[in-house]
């Protein structure tokens, strides 16, 4: 596996993996704590590759666990403390782990082991002198990681990602990025359970650079944000465009800030020309890149610099040009390609596409399927995404169904409204994107009760968002929810989500 012959590869000298808040941990480190962990883990499992939970946000020592993992043949899946414990539930009982890295708040589970900081050191101090051969590492058509991204059933999918496919991602982001093993400083701002943050960890891994991490506690802190970005010498810069947008709202980002920044990559929703066209006044030294990808595809499969020409062109910025190793195929309801400039739904073929989702052989059918690059047959995936290409460059326009990207997150609405219909006394839910300049602001959630109550409508919303986010993440919580008496229909006897739109 070539990340963790990266890791080794730096192992013996005296530079930064990953710094977090000031504390930070070597490449040393990195390798010997990771090969503790994963002669721990296969004692544990013996033979048995069941995947691994690590549930944290930042902390360094996650990253031990996750290259533990893989260097003890099993994938790893990372939870983000923004998942609430019913949703950390949900996942267990899907994975059925026997190990949980626990870095949040504290949980118990039936057979599941929790290695919590203390427990972690105590295994690190008992291994740390043994080496584990690289015949355990993960391989080939083996999973990696396994991400939980929002599923329209209201219960989180899996997506399988293997060692294959992260070094076909790894293997083309690194060079395009410029990193190269001199010691550049990468952002690793995007919580482990969103694909974004494999931008970061792996290229910056493998090439010999650090990480520097953005916590929770940072991001929830401006003035603080900021006087870590001063002082992060960051040459690489990866994130959503809402999270950079915001940054934008202070005058003091700009390049004086980061004045070693080469390239800024933005991936996982749409770069609005007006934030491309500041960053690019605010960061004349840097580059602007707008990148595309789903989970199933590993990150990104496409991307393009943006230019001024770009902006200035009256169509949406393209979200790039496919990988080398990939094609992308645009095509009609019927599934036949399309020609040039036309707009159809966007299908990706090739080494980065995963093997689907876990355990979940009725979703990975409906969308992943197999096809040829030059007569070479290849995993395929079906993004649920339109677009059209022209002159090589692939022009995203929306989705097909009822997923959206809110400040970079994905979330199937109808994951928000089956988790509102667990909600005591709640007869039926709709939940409707809110827009404003052509993006999404916010999500407005609309009930209907069981039985009514005296309840103004503030103090329903608020109990029901109260008791929602017993089960999702607060960023999947609409902003208000309001109830209603009856949901108007259309012919077809389902909620006619136009006319409630009109009506609110
Ligand atoms: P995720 O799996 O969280 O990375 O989300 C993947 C989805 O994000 C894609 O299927 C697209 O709908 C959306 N997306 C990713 N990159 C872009 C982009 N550059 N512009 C617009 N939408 C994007």
């Known amino acids: 596996m070539k990340i963790i012959e990266g890791i080794k590869k730096y192992a013996n000298t005296d530079r930064i993996a990953i710094i977090c808040e000031g504390e930070k941990l070597s490449y040393n480190e990195l390798d010997k704590y990771s090969e503790a962990i994963a002669i721990y883990l296969k004692s ?253 595809a590993t990150v990104g499969v496409s991307v393009n610099d943006i230019t001024l020409e770009f902006i200035e062109d009256e169509k949406s910025l393209p979200v790039g040009y496919p990988m080398d190793n990939c094609k992308i195929k645009i095509v009609d309801e019927n599934g036949i390609e399309v020609e040039s400039g036309q707009k159809g739904e966007i299908m990706i073929i090739g080494p980065s596409v995963s093997k689907g989702y876990f355990n979940n052989k009725e979703k990975t059918d409906e969308v992943f399927y197999f096809d040829e690059i030059n007569g070479v047959k290849h995993r395929a995936y079906k993004t649920g995404d339109m677009g059209h290409m022209l002159e090589g460059r692939i022009y995203y326009s929306g989705r097909v169904d009822f997923q959206v990207k809110l400040n970079g997150y994905r979330i199937e609405i109808e994951d928000i409204e089956n988790n509102l219909r667990k909600v005591n006394n709640i007869k039926n839910a709709v939940v409707m994107p809110i827009y404003k300049n052509d993006k999404i602001a916010y999500l407005k959630g609309i009930v209907q009760l069981k039985e009514k109550n005296e309840l103004s409508n503030i103090k329903n919303g608020t109990l029901i968002k109260k008791e929602l986010s017993k089960y999702l993440p607060q960023y999947m919580i609409p902003r208000n929810v309001t109830v209603i008496d009856e949901f108007p229909m259309n012919t077809n006897g389902k909620i006619d989500r136009k006319k409630l739109m009109a009506e609110l």
């Open 44 to 296: 544990i499992h013996g033979e048995e590759n069941t995947p691994i939970l690590v549930y944290g946000n930042k902390e360094n020592m996650m990253m031990p666990c996750m290259i533990g993992a893989l260097k003890s043949g099993r994938a790893y899946v990372p939870l983000d403390t923004s998942f609430p414990i019913d949703r950390v539930k949900t996942v267990t009982e899907e994975v059925n782990p026997k190990v949980l890295f626990n870095f949040g708040e504290e949980v118990e589970f039936e057979d599941v082991i929790v290695i919590n900081k203390e427990k972690l050191e105590d295994i690190i101090n008992e291994y740390k002198e043994k080496s584990i051969s690289s015949e355990n590492w993960v391989k080939e058509d083996e999973n990696a990681y396994i991400l939980f991204t929002s599923g329209s059933t209201g219960k989180p999918k899996g997506v399988q990602i293997s060692s294959n496919n992260l070094d076909s991602f790894v293997n083309w982001m690194s060079p395009y990025l410029k990193i190269d093993g001199s010691e550049k400083v990468m952002m690793n701002q995007a919580a482990y359970s969103f694909d974004l943050s494999v931008t970061s960890i792996y290229p910056a891994l493998v090439n010999g650079s650090t990480l520097f991490s953005i916590s929770k506690k940072v991001l929830a802190d401006y003035k603080l944000l900021f006087s870590e970005l001063k002082e992060s010498n960051m040459s690489v810069w990866v994130s959503t465009p809402s999270f950079a947008g915001v940054c934008l709202s202070d005058s003091s980002f700009n390049q004086e800030m980061m004045p070693n920044l080469e390239s800024m990559i933005f991936i996982g929703e749409v770069l609005p020309k007006n934030v491309a066209k500041e960053l690019m006044e605010r960061f004349p030294n840097t580059r602007v890149i707008n990148g595309y990808g789903p989970t199933e």
